[in-house]
């Protein structure tokens, strides 16, 4: 399991490759490793490896061909969208759709009119918890292709519901105090 951030990961895999260690003899799970890093770190440090996101490029629906024929227009052809790409993108467009729900951009005012909304994102439909505010969302482990592309290998049967303080974990009780 592999919880590096930025470029720890392009000396993390490069050194495996040195050691001799391939995902056909020890798979690597990673948090933050996206198609934009597979990108920096080169396929061939990658291909077989795994990762969990929300979205991958690779997501068969009309929402996410269109989010990125616009996103490869604005950046150019060869740039690569990734998770944080597509949660900012889904931001803005929630954040758009309570405001026009609440009538204004009042801060306290859009923040009730979010509760409950959905949007059908790129990665999917995302909806707003009305009590943290944080999205309700499929969970997709994904493998990592030669071309450096992320296949969805497996996936939630439904949205997880957001638990971003811990608070549906009996091991996790006192950690806040």
Known sequence: MNTLNGGSNDAFF?????????????????????????????SAYTTGE??????????????NKAFIKA???????SSVTDDPIEAGYDAVH????????????????VKK????????????KVTIDGKNQHLYKTV??????????????????KQVKPDPYLKGYAWAKGLAK
């Open 94 to 109: 929630l954040w758009a759709k309570a405001v026009e729900k609440a009538g204004t951009t009042d801060v306290d005012k």
């Open 50 to 63: 795994y990762t969990s996101w929300n979205y991958y490029g690779t997501q068969k629906n009309k929402q």
């Open 140 to 157: 997709r482990i994904g493998k990592i292709a030669s071309d450096g592309s992320i296949n969805t290998v497996w996936k939630s049967k």
């Open 14 to 42: 490069k050194q495996l490759e040195e050691a001799g260690i391939s995902s056909k003899d020890i798979p690597v799970i990673s948090a933050s490793v996206a198609e934009q890093e597979v990108k920096g770190i080169g």
């Open 71 to 77: 996103f490869k227009a604005a950046y150019g052809q």
């Open 113 to 124: 009119a979010a509760a409950g909304l959905s949007y059908n994102a790129p990665e999917g």
